[in-house]
């Protein structure tokens, strides 16, 4: 059977139905014809588009501090470099002394005596004084004036501490000097001075 003239398609109408269908699809879709640029209402716009655009803060850093901790050679002690986040507490340098010399520091022969002041508590600070608290009295060997002048010198070290204090139970105790005395008041880092190498 031959097709009727008007079952066949022409690339004509082909075109026309076309161009409508898709004329029919932009508009639906919101997109003008005449290819301008539409305003829209306020309350069109969906949620947010219209809002001011919000200052992006990016938060600094932390800024970090060069420090010196001080550790054990012999007899004598010797001042090694860390970076600790200012404003740096004496909690911090505290535990980062109790922490102990790193495996290259031990390999190069540093230590540390601080076994010899028992278990380190807490550390508060105020008007230039850190007091240090320790689990009980401490003796008088060249050992503990070494932990002694580990905890004095590292702590003054970094500003504003100026003295120590050594406490247990919150009581001051005896801390023993480079000379042989002792004292039960606050230190600075005057006298042990004499034992950095």
């Known amino acids: 059977m031959k097709p009727s003239p008007l079952s ?17 699809l932009l508009l639906g879709c919101g997109v003008p014809l005449d290819g301008e640029a539409q305003s829209i209402a306020g309350d069109s716009v969906p949620f947010g588009l219209l809002d001011e655009p919000s200052e992006v803060v990016v938060p600094p850093a932390p800024a970090s501090a060069q420090i010196s901790l001080y550790l054990t050679s012999g007899t004598t002690l010797v001042a090694v470099a ?7 507490a004496p909690a911090a340098l505290v535990s980062m002394l109790d922490d102990g010399p790193t495996a290259d520091e031990l390999a190069s022969g540093l230590g540390t005596a601080l076994g010899d002041l028992g278990t380190i508590g807490t550390v508060g600070a ?72």
């Open 126 to 197: 105020g008007g230039g004084v850190a007091q240090v608290e320790v689990s009980g009295p401490l003796g008088s060997d060249s050992s503990t004036v070494l932990a002694v002048a580990q905890v004095v010198l590292t702590l003054t070290g970094a500003p504003p501490t100026e003295r120590v204090l050594f406490v247990s139970d919150g009581e001051p105790i005896a801390v023993p000097l480079p000379d042989g005395s002792t004292t039960v008041d606050s230190v600075d880092r005057a006298p042990f001075e004499a034992l950095l190498g």
């Open 82 to 88: 860390r970076s600790l986040e200012a404003p740096v």
């Open 8 to 24: 066949v398609p022409t690339a004509g109408r082909l075109a026309r139905v076309g161009a409508v269908g898709l004329a029919a």
